[in-house]
């Protein structure tokens, strides 16, 4: 079955960097769309990111990228803000088949 195993995340002070990383096995990665997204304390879980669209408020910050042979899609992170702060989810997708989520990682962004 397909599973998803993210890597990344922790503590990072506002203005830095953060790269998160979700690998894929047990299918055929190509038949999936993956995509980010992430869930604050108290808010809705929230699309940032796929292969062509950015959440508003992480426009120009933030990069969604793909590395087929290893099955793994990355999301770069750049001038961070503490809002950013939240557990960041990656998600695969194919129609007629069931979602699949990572186990979620958090990001803190804090001086």
């Known amino acids: 079955q397909v599973q998803l195993v993210q890597s990344g995340g922790g503590l990072v002070q506002p203005g830095g960097s953060l790269t998160l990383s979700c690998t894929f096995s047990g299918g055929p990665f190509g038949f999936y769309t993956m995509a980010w997204y992430r869930q604050a304390p108290g808010k809705q879980r929230e699309l940032v990111a796929d292969?062509?669209n950015y959440a508003d408020s992480v426009m120009g910050r933030f990069t969604f990228s793909g590395d087929n042979p290893k099955n793994t899609v990355y999301l770069q992170m750049n001038e961070l803000k503490p809002e950013d702060t939240a557990v960041y989810y990656c998600k695969a997708a194919r129609l007629g088949f069931r979602e699949v989520w990572g186990q979620g990682t958090l990001v803190t962004v804090s001086s």
């Open positions: 292969r062509r």
